[in-house]
């Protein structure tokens, strides 16, 4: 059977386009203080997943809330079982947008948003592919099943809840990355390093009373604040280094003096955690400019780990972690977090990507060693496994003629430091939605999705579900 999937697609483009806004339209961002029994993440992200299981109640789907955690939509019949992993919660948006962060306004083709290409825009292409090829009641021998996760952004609970009460798919893909096909994901660790309050604190002239930077471990931070006192002159002779600071860096910030103090900020450029290098980390160079000034012993300390091991060094060479193999790369290093109060002391919160033949443990054993002469101690320690899938698998093989198909071009198998729900199956990659040479935006101001590659994806995804499950 010939069917031309681009024209179906298109069909439905009006539709597509305005449920997609809709959907992004919901600001789906954990917050733990909503969080209820029912609506663990919150309630936004309970509202996002809503959306989406009333919407496949209303085309005909088997639909299931999994106690708020997840939930699915699943067309076909069979014993096998395709997954399709997708997920409904985002980022905060950070600072600089131009226009409204869940706005999604369309301007010169493209939907701005924040989850617009991460992971909304591309849930909504494979929602409209499965609705596509339903619709065209083509015959399907195993059952397909889009996986609504809540949690994708932060710790994984969805999952790790969903597939405690739910059936595993035999094969399927995330379509939470880029195009053609991801074969071999990174492992992810998320450690904080906490500094121990010092008992015998040497005082500096310059106290500093807090800086905060960053919110989550996978996101370079794009702002940090600094309280610091001191004498006036002190202040004053600061706020002229700072000035200076910044223009040797290159980066934007400002010094605000009130009664005793002086708030520093400084503004770097957000980017997802995998490649720390796409983004400015405002954290790490605020540091840069606290490590030469007259603090206290334990605060010039924090500031001092800070500037010497992950200034201008995203693959770990200072700390003496570097590693990199040929199917996945370069280890990579991202301070997420970060967060000292006087008299408290301090919390580092890292993200490492690991390459899959990287010796973890020994990684470990030598960040503990280097941070200890500086205060600090691993207090937590989370891994999430590499992951891939031989690239002679029937998964594998199918999606690349899908994706050859569709577009005429050679299907590559690529690796990623992103982690993609594809880990979470025994045979599962990552499928688009990110087409070879388009910027990636996500997690980034003024994150967008192409209009005209959205509707491509969708059709590559109602080929591949019809191509798996038939």
């Given amino acids: 059977m010939q069917i031309n999937w681009l024209e179906e697609v298109l069909k439905r483009k009006n539709e597509l386009i305005r449920d997609t806004q809709e959907f992004l339209r919901i600001p789906s961002v954990l917050d733990e203080k909503s969080a209820t029994a029912s609506q663990p993440f919150g309630k936004e992200v309970d509202e996002a997943l809503q959306f989406l299981l009333k919407k496949g109640q209303k085309e005909g789907f088997l639909v299931k809330n999994v106690n708020g955690f997840a939930g699915h939509l699943e067309i076909g019949e069979g014993d096998e079982l395709i997954g399709i992993l997708c997920h409904v919660d985002v980022v905060p948006p950070g600072d600089g947008w131009t226009s409204d962060p869940f706005a999604a306004d369309i301007r010169d083709g493209k939907i701005y948003a924040r989850g617009a290409i991460d992971d909304k825009g591309p849930t909504m292409a494979a929602f409209y592919a499965m609705k596509i090829v339903k ?17 994708e952004e932060s710790e994984w609970r969805c999952v790790d809840h969903y597939f405690q009460h739910e059936e595993m798919p035999t094969m399927g893909f995330a379509p939470d990355a880029d195009f053609p096909i991801i074969y071999a994901e ?21 106290r500093l009373e807090s800086l905060e930077a960053g919110r989550r471990y996978n996101m370079v931070p794009d702002l940090a604040v600094a309280e610091l006192r001191a004498e006036t002159k002190l202040l004053l002779e600061m706020e002229q280094r700072f000035q200076q600071f910044l223009t040797d ?29 796409q983004g400015k980390n405002a954290g790490v160079l605020l540091a840069a400019f606290l490590a030469n000034m007259p603090l206290d012993a ?5 500031v001092q780990f800070l500037d010497r091991y992950f200034r201008d060094d995203s693959r770990g060479k200072k700390l003496g972690i570097a590693y990199s193999d040929d199917m996945t790369g370069d280890l990579t290093v991202n301070v997420g977090i970060l967060s000292y109060h006087e008299g408290k002391g301090g919390r580092i919160g890292i993200n490492l990507r690991y390459p899959v033949t990287n010796d973890l443990e020994q990684t470990k054993q030598v960040i503990e060693q280097t941070a200890k002469p500086y205060g600090f101690s691993l207090t937590h320690f989370s891994d999430s496994k590499p992951h891939y899938v031989d690239r002679r698998h029937m998964l594998v093989q199918t999606l690349q003629r899908v994706y050859e198909e569709q577009t005429g071009e050679r299907a590559a198998l690529l690796s990623i430091g992103g982690g993609t729900y594809a880990r979470s199956l025994e045979a599962g990659v990552a499928f688009g939605p990110l087409f070879p040479g388009r910027p990636d935006v996500a997690h980034q101001k003024d994150e967008y999705m192409i209009i005209d590659d959205l509707l491509k994806a969708t059709a590559i995804y109602a080929q591949a579900i019809y191509e798996l499950a038939k």
């Fill in 135 to 151: 619709e065209l009641g083509l015959p399907l021998h195993k059952r397909v099943r889009m996986i609504i996760g809540t949690d």
């Fill in 298 to 302: 334990q605060a010039k300390a924090f």
């Fill in 186 to 206: 990174k492992g992810i660790v998320d450690l904080n390093l906490e500094q121990i309050t010092a008992a015998d604190n040497e005082n500096g002239s310059i």
């Fill in 249 to 277: 860096f290159h980066v934007k910030g400002k010094a605000i003096n009130h009664e005793h103090g002086i708030t520093l900020q400084v503004e770097g450029v957000s980017a997802h955690a995998m490649e720390p290098d």
